[in-house]
């Protein structure tokens, strides 16, 4: 809606889906500023800066006229990275890094398109749930999904499959989860609530089944926390896949299966994971959240979420090893690699697949080509021994 230039609330954090979803649309956001509907007047002129969060409020014409300089200044370098668009995503030292695009709408195909990504490493499909209060048919489903690989004819895309609960939540009365406020991000959300809806889970499986033999896709589970939990979907994938074809169905000879690797113990026992996942995919909002004990949409401990935190690193270290080791791709499709302050740090740990908002390939791309693997090895060594620079901004909690 071309009426809603920016978005200020006074709850959530970075890594809320409001917030995931305010880069998607291209909106700058500040989020979490507590008192925002309760200093704020209508008819207020704001200045919202996203990338400082900030928001002033009634500026000067001093202030404004800074302000209107650094747009500027921010437009010039977002065209010049544009015309960088078609260069390759290749360090200084000739390593090539491969980048993708998440989206959570249909509409962010464009955007995807724009931004010359290779394809799509996370497609959270629970868009097409919502604003809705039951749930579509296979049939919309599947008319969705083509809808997507149709505009990126040929491209790699991952489809994740529904990842709702804890702070996604729909009206569908079929998904609907126990009585809120019992810890929901620890309850049923992601694979483990599909696993208990299997009528739904059918549905939903059916229809990434059959998109599969329009594109060469690749389904990615969310919230994995067993080997057990993989096998059994596997399974029924399996049994979904003959009962499309005794109906005349198209399937696709081999749908790639993965996993998100968001759970603190799975990423320590990676290596148990290889031989039920097809690749891994880091996701390092809840691998965060989970590792660290820091609810990812609760502001006032926000000041403590850090995926620089030597122990996060450490289970991503270990997860791309585990992944090397057994000859499985791993990619990252958390907020954390689509900040270019991170890039080289994520290269020297050996991450070769990145996946972010369409907007955040540029930059990233930059610094990928400002890179070599050498001193990104440095780089991740020294951040693995908890080198203090890297932790500077965690000193501003509030009291
Ligand atoms: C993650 O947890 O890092 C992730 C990519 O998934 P989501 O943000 O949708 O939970
Ligand atoms: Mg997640």
Not at 173 to 178: E, K, N, P, T
Not at 251 to 272: F, S
Not at 309 to 332: N, R
Request: with cysteine; net charge negative; aromatic share 6%.
């Amino acid at each position: 809606n071309g009426s809603v230039l920016g978005w200020v609330t006074d709850f959530g954090a970075a890594t809320s889906h409001s917030a995931i979803l305010a880069r998607s649309l291209g909106l700058p956001a500040v989020v979490g500023t507590h008192h925002a509907t309760r200093l704020l007047r209508s008819g207020d002129q704001l200045v919202v800066d996203g990338e400082q969060g900030t928001v002033l409020v009634n500026p000067g014409p001093e202030l404004l006229a800074e302000y209107r300089e650094m747009q500027a200044r921010r437009e010039r370098r977002r065209q010049l990275l544009e015309e960088e668009r078609h260069l390759p995503a290749l360090t200084i030292d000739g390593t090539a890094i491969r980048l993708f695009a998440n989206i959570e709408l249909p509409e962010d195909i464009e955007w995807v398109q724009r931004s010359n990504a290779e394809g799509i490493g996370l497609f959270r499909s629970e868009f097409l749930f919502m604003n809705r209060a039951d749930s579509p048919s296979e049939e919309e489903q599947y008319a969705a999904f083509a809808q997507v690989l149709r505009a990126l004819p040929g491209a790699e895309v991952t489809i994740r499959s529904v990842d709702v609960g804890a702070d996604k939540l729909l009206a569908d009365s079929d998904l609907q989860l126990y009585p809120s406020g019992l810890n929901p991000a620890l309850g049923l959300r992601g694979l483990r609530l599909c696993l208990r809806r299997p009528e739904w889970f059918r549905r939903h499986l059916r229809a990434i089944l059959r998109a599969s033999a329009l594109a060469p896709i690749r389904l990615m589970l969310p919230m994995v926390s067993t080997v057990y939990e993989v096998q059994q979907t596997r399974q029924l994938i399996e049994q979904l896949r003959s009962e499309l074809r005794a109906e005349g169905q198209k399937v696709a000879e081999h749908l790639p299966v993965g996993i998100m690797v968001e759970v603190p113990a799975v990423a320590m026992a990676a290596h148990a994971f290889a031989g039920v996942a097809d690749f891994f995919s880091i996701g390092t909002n809840d691998l965060t959240q989970y590792a660290l004990a820091v609810d990812r949409s609760d502001d006032d401990v926000n000041a403590l979420f850090d995926p620089l935190h030597v122990g996060v690193l450490s289970m991503i270290q270990h997860t791309i090893a585990a992944g090397d080791a057994a000859g499985i791709p791993v990619a990252m499709c958390g907020e954390m690699a689509s900040n270019p302050q991170w890039t080289a740090l994520l290269v020297g740990l050996g991450l070769r697949h990145f996946s972010m908002f369409p907007g955040a390939i540029p930059e990233v791309k930059a610094a990928i080509r400002a890179t070599s693997v050498e001193d990104a090895k440095v780089m991740a060594l020294a951040a693995l021994a908890g080198s203090s620079e890297l932790f500077a901004h965690v000193d501003d909690i509030e009291t």
